[in-house]
């Protein structure tokens, strides 16, 4: 079945550093959602990407679909408290969402 | 999000119970989710459910039981609790697949079984 493979597990980075969590599926994949996780909390939806080569930005935040649709990337310019937790992919098969394992974000004030 | 609300938000059951994990939305969405959380292991799709009456397999559902008998209600339930079903529970819904506003995550019930 299908997998999404999430890197790294964890990071750790100062504040002001710049973040990136990657996903690569072994399928091709319809669209790919993306989900933050607050440490206690539950998953909450960022945004999905359709197209083959898609970016979005969302403030600091860029999505990224890979132009053969199965890789994204996720990347948080200049870090700050606030974006601490767990951060989600996931893709579509046969109607199903499967997520990745997820990147842990920790950030040092 | 309190149009999803899951119950309870902590359990604590012994091994070969019976526990029923509940699920109730209120804006009638097509579609529903439990997925459980582990360490290592990201979010892993357990039940999923179209339409009232109608539930399918999704990735690790041996163990568990689902019926959606109204719209708004999803219930789990764990026939006979092993220790290995100790997990955090969420709940989900949708409004269509592959919409543009994604899942919406009840706040989760952490069940331990001992």
């Known amino acids: 079945g299908q997998q999404v493979m999430q890197i790294p597990q964890y990071q750790h980075v100062q504040e002001g550093e710049d973040f990136t969590t990657y996903c690569n599926s072994s399928?091709?994949?319809?669209?790919i959602q993306w989900y933050k996780q607050r440490p206690g909390g539950h998953p909450v939806f960022l945004i999905q990407?359709?197209?083959?080569?898609e970016v979005k930005k969302q403030k600091r935040l860029t999505f990224q679909f890979g132009e053969a649709k199965k890789n994204s990337s996720l990347h948080i310019t200049a870090t700050q408290t606030t974006d601490v937790g767990t951060y989600f992919c996931?893709?579509?098969?046969?109607?199903?969402?499967?997520f990745g394992q997820g990147t842990e974000l920790s950030v040092k004030p | 999000d309190a149009g999803i609300t899951q119950s309870p938000r902590y359990k604590i059951t012994e091994t070969g119970r019976q526990v029923t994990l509940m699920c109730h939305q209120t804006?009638?969405?097509?579609?529903m989710f439990w997925y459980r959380q582990d360490l290592g292991h990201g979010l892993r799709l357990i039940y999923y459910?179209?339409?009232?009456?109608?539930?399918d397999k999704g990735e690790v559902p041996d163990g568990y039981v689902v019926s959606r008998s109204k719209t708004e209600n999803f219930p789990l339930t764990l026939e006979s609790a092993t220790r290995s079903q100790t997990s955090v529970y969420f709940c989900?819904?949708?409004?269509?697949?592959?919409?543009?506003?994604?899942?919406?995550f009840g706040s989760g019930t952490r069940l331990t079984v001992v």
């Open positions: 989900a819904s949708s409004a269509i697949i592959g919409g543009l506003s994604g899942y919406t």
């Open positions: 399928t091709t994949l319809s669209n």
């Open positions: 990407l359709v197209k083959s080569g």
């Open positions: 996931a893709g579509f098969q046969g109607g199903k969402l499967i």
């Open positions: 804006w009638s969405h097509s579609y």
């Open positions: 459910s179209a339409a009232a009456d109608i539930t």
